[in-house]
C-alpha cells in the first residue's frame, strides 16, 4: 500500500489474480499476495469482502457458493456459479479462465 | 543434479515415492529433463492423471479425445519405458480426457504397441471402466432413486437424460487397489478422482488416508506446485507414516509453503476440503513448511468417511449442429446501440425461422463478450467491437441458414439517427463457418451405490513379449 495511505489498485500488491472452473458449474476466483501484510491489509480493507465481491461481479451473495481466507497460501478465494455451464453455447470462457479481469482494479483502502 | 529430497537413499522412515511427470497426459507433452531426473530418485511408482472438465462437454459428448495423439503416445511412451525400466507400476487415470471407455481401450492399445515396439518382457495390464449407460440410470430413476444434482442442479430427470450423449462415472481409489492387488504392472484407469490415482497406492501400501489423498492432491498437477510457474515438469512425492514431502524436479524450480498451498486451492471451489468417493479430506488444520530448498512438508490433513457411497457422474448432451459468423462495428452510435442491432436481426431471423427449434447467441466483445451481464464495464464499449454468433440447429442447413440470417441482417440494422446509411457492421469474412456441434453438460450429479467397484468393472490382459 502506498505509504501515506492512499488506496491502492489490487492488482499493484496482489502477486496472483485468477479465476478457472471449479467443475463444470462454478468458477473459483483466487487473489494471492507476496507478504503477510498486504495480505491482511486486504483482509482487513474489506474490499475483497463477500458483498463487495457481489456488487463487483453483480451477482447475488447466493450465487457466492464460498467465499475463505487461506492464510497458509496468504490468499483470499471465492467461488460464484456460472450463469451458463461451461462450453454450452453462449459460454464465451469454457475454462473460466479470464473472468478474474474486474479484480484487477479494485480499490484497496486501508481501513480508518 | 537432483536435490537432497530425491536422492536415492531414504530416511528410515518407512516410504513411497511417486514421480509425476505430467497433470494432463497428452494434452501438452511431458518435458523431459525433470522427468530423467525423477527416474533417477528411486521413485515406488511412476503416476498422472490424463483427464478434465475443463475442456468443456465437446470430447465427452463426441466420444473423442482434446489431446493429439501423438503427444498422448509421447507421454504414454516416456512413462511406460520408466516404469518398465526400473520395474514399478504406472498408473495412468482419466485416460484420454474424457475417462470414457473408448479412451481406456485406445490407452491400452497404445501401451500394447510401445510394448511391441520396444519388444519390453512380458507385464500385466490392468484397467477398468467407466462409462455408465443410460439405460442403467434410466432403471434407477424409474425405481424412484434420487440421483442428486450439483452445485444447484435439480435431480436428474429423464428428459435431461434422453437428452445425454455420454456419461461418465468418477472412481475413487477401489478400482486401482483391486487392480494392483492383482499384480497389474501397468494400469490405465476410466474416470477417476484425481487425487485417487496417487492416494490407492499409498493407502494400499498402509500410510493414512489423510495424508493418502493429500499426498494425490498435491501431486495431481506436476509442477504446478512449484514455482516459478512452469508447466509439464516432473514433481517427485514422498509420504511417510507422519508426513507429505513434495520435491520439484526442475533444477529452476521450488516448492515452497506459499507454491504447495497455493496449489492445494487451485480449480476447486474451497481449498479446506476435497471430496471423492467414499470421503473428504479436511484441510482446515495443514501445515506447509519448506523442508528443504526444493521441498515442503505438510501435515495434518483429516479424512473424513462418507456416511453414504454417491459416485459423480458427468454427462454431456448434443445441442445441435453449429455455424458461426464474425462482424465488426466501429461507428460509435451503433456501438452505442448494439443491443437494437443485435435486436433487429433477432427478429429477422424470427419472422423467418419461429421463436423456437434452434439457438442464437451473440458475443459482444468489446463490450462484455468475456463475462456478459457480470461485466462492471458494459456501459463503457471500446471504440470498436467485435460480435461472435452463434447458431445451433438440429441440422447443418438450418443452422447455417440461421446464423447467415442472423449475422448479414445487422448489416441492415434500422437505427433512426445512424450517419452511414452503406451498411451498419463491417466484415471480414463474407460468410458463415462450419464449427464443432454444439454440446452442453447435461450430467453433474451423484449416484448412491453399495459397493465403490459397482460402476467399475476391471480387466486384465498382457503387454510384451
Known amino acids: 500500500m502506498a505509504a501515506d495511505g492512499r488506496a491502492v489498485r489490487l492488482a499493484e500488491i496482489a502477486k496472483t489474480i485468477r479465476s478457472k472452473n471449479a467443475g463444470v458449474d462454478k468458477v473459483t476466483f483466487d487473489v494471492i499476495f507476496s507478504s503477510r501484510a498486504d495480505y491482511d491489509l486486504v483482509c482487513a480493507s474489506g474490499c475483497l469482502a463477500r458483498a463487495a465481491i457481489a456488487a463487483l461481479f453483480r451477482v447475488s451473495e447466493a450465487e457466492i457458493t464460498d467465499h475463505v481466507a487461506f492464510e497458509p497460501a496468504l490468499a483470499i478465494k471465492f467461488t460464484i456459479l456460472r450463469e451458463i455451464a461451461s462450453g454450452s453455447p453462449g459460454d464465451a470462457d469454457i475454462f473460466g479462465s479470464q473472468q478474474y479481469g474486474p479484480l484487477l482494479d479494485v480499490e484497496v483502502r486501508p481501513q480508518e | 543434479m537432483a536435490p537432497a529430497s530425491a536422492s536415492p537413499s531414504r530416511a528410515n522412515n518407512r516410504a513411497m515415492r511417486i514421480v509425476c511427470p505430467n497433470g494432463h497426459l497428452g494434452f501438452a507433452p511431458i518435458r523431459t529433463g525433470s522427468y530423467e531426473i525423477g527416474l533417477g530418485s528411486a521413485p515406488d511408482l511412476i503416476c498422472a492423471d490424463s483427464g478434465s472438465d475443463d475442456i468443456g462437454p465437446g470430447p465427452l459428448g463426441s466420444d473423442v479425445s482434446t489431446s493429439p495423439l501423438q503427444w498422448q503416445v509421447h507421454d504414454l511412451e516416456l512413462m511406460l519405458l520408466g516404469a518398465r525400466r526400473l520395474g514399478v507400476p504406472m498408473i495412468v487415470g482419466s485416460a484420454g480426457d474424457t475417462g470414457a471407455d473408448s479412451r481406456v481401450d485406445l490407452f491400452v492399445e497404445i501401451i500394447k504397441d510401445l510394448a511391441q515396439k520396444h519388444r519390453l518382457e512380458k507385464f500385466r495390464i490392468g484397467y477398468f471402466h467407466s462409462s455408465v449407460l443410460k439405460e442403467r440410470l434410466r432403471r434407477v430413476i424409474e425405481e424412484g432413486a434420487v440421483i442428486e444434482g450439483l452445485d444447484g442442479r435439480p435431480p436428474l430427470d429423464l428428459s435431461s437424460l434422453t437428452a445425454t450423449e455420454n456419461i461418465v462415472a468418477m472412481a475413487g481409489i477401489h478400482p486401482y487397489i483391486k487392480l494392483l492387488d492383482a499384480g497389474a504392472d501397468v494400469i490405465i484407469g476410466g474416470r477417476s478422482s484425481d487425487c485417487a490415482i496417487f492416494a490407492a497406492p499409498a493407502i494400499r501400501a498402509g500410510f493414512p488416508e489423510a495424508l493418502a489423498y493429500l499426498y494425490g492432491k498435491l501431486l495431481e498437477c506436476a509442477s504446478f506446485c512449484a514455482e516459478p510457474y512452469a508447466g509439464k515438469e516432473s514433481v517427485l512425492g514422498e509420504i511417510t507414516m507422519d508426513d507429505i514431502k513434495v520435491t520439484a524436479l526442475l533444477p529452476e524450480q521450488r516448492c515452497t509453503p506459499a507454491s504447495v498451498a497455493g496449489h492445494a486451492m487451485y480449480e476447486r471451489p474451497n481449498p479446506f476440503y476435497e471430496y471423492f468417493l467414499g470421503g473428504h479430506i479436511d484441510m482446515r488444520r495443514c501445515r506447509y513448511e519448506q523442508y528443504d530448498e526444493r521441498t515442503t512438508r505438510v501435515t495434518g490433513p483429516e479424512f473424513v468417511p462418507a456416511n453414504e457411497l454417491r459416485v459423480k457422474l458427468e454427462g454431456a448432451g448434443k445441442v445441435g449442429e453449429r455455424f458461426v459468423g464474425m462482424v465488426g462495428i466501429r461507428d460509435p452510435y451503433t456501438v452505442a446501440h448494439i443491443d437494437a442491432v443485435i435486436g433487429w436481426a433477432r427478429q429477422q431471423v424470427e419472422e423467418r425461422f419461429g421463436t423456437a427449434g434452434y439457438e442464437l447467441h451473440y458475443t459482444v466483445y468489446g463490450r462484455d463478450g468475456i463475462l456478459g451481464r457480470r461485466e462492471p464495464m458494459r456501459a463503457v464499449p471500446g471504440h470498436e467491437v467485435g ?79
Not at chain 2, 438440429?394 to 433512426?416: H, K, N, S
Open chain 2, 387 to 465: 460480435i461472435l454468433v452463434q447458431a445451433v440447429a438440429p441440422d447443418r442447413r438450418l443452422a447455417e441458414e440461421v446464423c447467415i440470417t442472423g449475422t448479414r441482417q445487422m448489416f441492415y440494422a434500422r437505427l433512426p439517427s445512424v450517419k452511414g446509411t452503406a451498411g451498419g457492421v463491417a466484415f471480414a469474412l463474407d460468410e458463415v463457418m462450419a464449427a464443432s456441434p454444439a454440446y452442453r453438460w447435461t450430467v453433474n450429479h451423484t449416484l448412491g451405490v453399495k459397493d465403490p467397484l459397482e460402476l467399475f468393472p476391471t480387466f486384465l490382459t498382457d503387454g510384451g513379449i
